[in-house]
T-cell receptor, first 117, second 112 residues
Framework: AQTVTQSQPEMSVQEAETVTLSCTYD???????LFWYKQPPSRQMILVIRQEAYKQQNATENRFSVNFQKAAKSFSLKISDSQLGDTAMYFCAFMNLTSGSARQLTFGSGTQLTVLP | DAGVTQSPTHLIKTRGQQVTLRCSPKSGHDTVSWYQQALGQGPQFIFQ???????QRGNFPDRFSGHQFPNYSSELNVNALLLGDSALYLC???????????FGSGTQLSVL
């Protein structure tokens, strides 16, 4: 079984500044994906960024980037030039890609990020 | 192109009752997964449907059951409701071969 841990229940950042959200995971698998999802007050879970475990290069999507440390089982999210619309709950999630698995997501407990004007 | 749609958005039930939640997947998607998100927690996997069959199930009792229809839409049924079943129920759809899930806005279930 996999576990995902987010140790920062709440964080805040000034608009236009940079913030990093932490995530660690535990698995014995080698083939997996890692995700960061954003859940604003509308409750819809929105995919922010995805990282394939076999890729050494860190994923980047505009202002969002990750620091993926496979040996340390660490997967942090960096948000640059923070905007008020980034205020949301952020979830780290794991997907096992082993043959026969159901492609289910295992989520962490989330980090509530507030961007201050 | 409509995304994942769920109905109803809110629901209030009493203990012991039964409830049915509905989900229409994103156009072209053939796989539907259901998640339960308790207040202040991350979503927990309930089960996944593909080709009208339950493909995998999380750690949920048999009171939770589902169905997938030929048009890929899905229902989640919960029998004998408990207070602890109060949560946001999220539906996610995907293509079986693609590791990318799209979520709906959820159904907020309150059990009194």
């Amino acid at each position: 079984a996999q576990t995902v841990t987010q140790s920062q229940p709440e964080m805040s950042v000034q608009e236009a500044e940079t913030v990093t959200l932490s995530c660690t995971y535990d698995t014995s698998e080698n083939n997996y994906y890692l995700f960061w999802y954003k859940q604003p007050p509308s409750r819809q879970m929105i995919l922010v960024i995805r990282q394939e475990a076999y890729k050494q290069q860190n994923a980047t999507e505009n202002r969002f980037s990750v620091n993926f440390q496979k040996a340390a089982k660490s997967f942090s999210l960096k948000i640059s030039d923070s905007q008020l619309g980034d205020t949301a709950m952020y979830f780290c999630a794991f997907m096992n890609l082993t043959s026969g698995s159901a492609r289910q997501l295992t989520f962490g407990s989330g980090t509530q990020l507030t961007v201050l004007p | 192109d409509a995304g994942v749609t769920q109905s109803p958005t809110h629901l209030i039930k009493t203990r012991g009752q039964q409830v049915t939640l509905r989900c229409s997947p994103k156009s072209g998607h053939d796989t539907v997964s259901w998640y339960q998100q308790a207040l202040g927690q991350g979503p927990q996997f309930i089960f996944q449907y593909y080709e009208e069959e339950e493909r995998q199930r999380g750690n949920f009792p048999d009171r939770f059951s589902g169905h997938q229809f030929p048009n890929y839409s899905s229902e989640l049924n919960v029998n004998a409701l408990l207070l602890g079943d109060s949560a946001l129920y999220l539906c996610a759809s995907s293509l079986a071969a693609i590791r990318k899930l799209f979520f709906g806005s959820g159904t907020q279930l309150s059990v009194l």
